[in-house]
């Protein structure tokens, strides 16, 4: 018995079909995966309030299996957001004008289930039965000062530039020494820049 196959004169209506097929595999697939794991600054900005310049910024977190996997077995992370005024020079370097590190720890509880937030600028402690509201709270940066006014020249145009990452250096010993080889402990955004005073 010989198995013969249908000959289509109209190609054209197989190239459609295989690009319907397509489309919907496209589709089908998790919108989770639209992005990889890292730190993406969404948006930065400075607000002067008072003679006070004032930092808001909306930053995504999306941390690797590996951190994710430490993180449920005890490990703290320490993560850390960047933030420098600087004018620039057009014959030498930037000059930075002020500095500013926030820092977080995040770490799981067994006993409770829960997420501890420490932003260790502020002291200020909260605990999250879900990591996403954590990281949520740690991305949403409002209202957080960071220069006097008094500070800048007139008439002089001035940067602020943010970063987000992982502290590796308060990692422990062993988990230290592999954040140096492996991808996923290699967690830090590029820097976001915008000018805050023209």
Known sequence: MAFTMPYCKNSHNNNAV????????????P????????????????????NVYRLDAQI????????????????TLT???EVDIFRKQSYWLDSNLASLI????????????????????????????????AIHIMGNLS????LDQDILQPNTTYYARLRAGLDTAKLPTPLLLLSYFMPGWQLRSEWYTWPIQD
């Open 31 to 50: 919108a989770s995966n639209t992005l990889a794991d890292g730190i993406y600054i969404r948006n930065a900005n400075t607000s002067l309030t008072d």
């Open 102 to 133: 926030q820092r977080y720890q995040l770490n799981y509880h067994a006993l409770s289930q829960k997420f501890q937030l420490t932003n260790l600028n502020s002291g200020r402690v909260t605990s999250h039965v879900d990591l996403e509201d």
């Open 18 to 29: 295989l690009l319907r097929l397509l489309l919907l595999f496209c589709f089908l697939l």
């Open 79 to 81: 993560l850390m957001v």
């Open 143 to 146: 209202g957080i000062p960071i």
């Open 60 to 75: 995504d977190y999306r941390l690797s299996k590996e951190l994710l996997d430490a993180l449920q077995n005890g490990v």
